[in-house]
Nanobody, 115 residues
Framework: QVQLAESGGGLVQAGGSLRLSCAAS????????MGWYRQAPGKQRELVAS???????NYADSVKGRFTISRDSAKNTVYLQMNSLKPEDTAVYYC?????????WGQGTQVTVSS
């Protein structure tokens, strides 16, 4: 079994920055992909950013140039650096890690951006 532990959410003013972290632990033989999703009230969960095994990254158009996904493979940890935050970035952010070819979700962390 694999467990995910998220941290780093909070309240920030527009234009500010936050860094989210998600550490995977447990019986991990391989990590195939890591990513961050978000869900705002009344909206569907959407992909924010992802990074696959070779290091290739993908971003939602709405966050390109502002958010950066990275990972520390030795720590099985994925990060999301969020800069120039906007009120429309307000959502619950979930990490998603595909480990041993199975997908696991974090518990979610609230990010609130005030105007």
């Amino acid at each position: 079994q694999v467990q995910l532990a998220e941290s780093g959410g909070g309240l920030v003013q527009a234009g500010g920055s936050l860094r989210l972290s998600c550490a995977a632990s447990g019986s991990i033989f391989s990590i195939n992909a890591m990513g961050w999703y978000r869900q705002a009230p009344g909206k569907q969960r959407e992909l924010v950013a992802s990074i696959i095994g070779c290091g290739s990254t993908n971003y939602a158009d709405s966050v390109k140039g502002r958010f950066t996904i990275s990972r520390d493979s030795a720590k099985n940890t994925v990060y999301l650096q969020m800069n120039s935050l906007k009120p429309e970035d307000t959502a619950v952010y979930y990490c998603n890690i595909v480990a041993n070819f199975q997908a696991y979700w974090g518990q979610g962390t609230q990010v609130t951006v005030s105007s």
